[in-house]
């Protein structure tokens, strides 16, 4: 709807307006609740807090991160900074009613996403997937080539560091009930 509208209030009223589809967003200020937060948030959440509980005095030992699927299916993720970059970047140099596909131009299985949390996270749990669970789309990447033939923007921050950065985040601030607090 939102395509259709912007395309005819350029035909009408000569309005600049463009369309970008951008993929799955993460960085620091992410939804972290449990309830309603998406899979990177997600999985950092459930590496870092379990990490509270895997000391000596814990009647919990050797926590374990159930992930949904068998982790086959892939995903893109896209770091917020380099949205933010890709917005304006589009908003200053591209005039076309044309939607454009913004991202970071590469995707990640599910398992390696995974895998990859727990190293930077420091868990040291297990991980059981529930296979009874959906893996969801099979596959999920844009081809996002002419967003940088059209306004040249690529992607910057790599996708190690932007985790990295969320992770950092997340330790520093968590959201609890809608209010932020020091871990």
């Not at 390696?112 to 996270?121: A, H, R, S, Y």
């Amino acid at each position: 709807m939102m395509l259709v509208q912007s395309q005819a209030y350029r035909q009408q009223y000569g309005f600049n307006s463009i369309f970008l589809l951008p993929v799955n967003l993460y960085g620091p200020g992410d939804n972290f609740d449990p309830k309603s937060s998406h899979v990177i948030p997600a999985l950092i959440k459930k590496c870092v807090d379990a990490q509270k509980i895997e000391n000596p005095k814990s009647k919990i030992q050797n926590p374990k991160l159930v992930v949904w699927g068998t982790g086959k299916a892939t995903r893109e993720f896209f770091y917020v900074e380099d949205a933010a970059e890709a917005i304006i970047l589009a908003m200053e140099k591209y005039n076309k009613s044309d939607p454009i596909n913004i991202g970071a131009g590469f995707e990640i299985s599910i398992k390696d996403l995974v895998e990859l949390i727990v190293k930077l996270t420091g868990f040291r749990g297990k991980i059981a997937w529930d296979s009874s669970q959906p893996d969801g789309q099979p596959r999920r990447c844009l081809d996002t080539a002419r967003a940088e033939k059209e306004f040249g923007f690529e992607a910057k921050i790599s996708f190690e560091d932007g985790l990295k950065k969320t992770i950092d985040w997340y330790r520093t601030f968590r959201i609890s009930k809608g209010e932020l607090e020091k871990i």
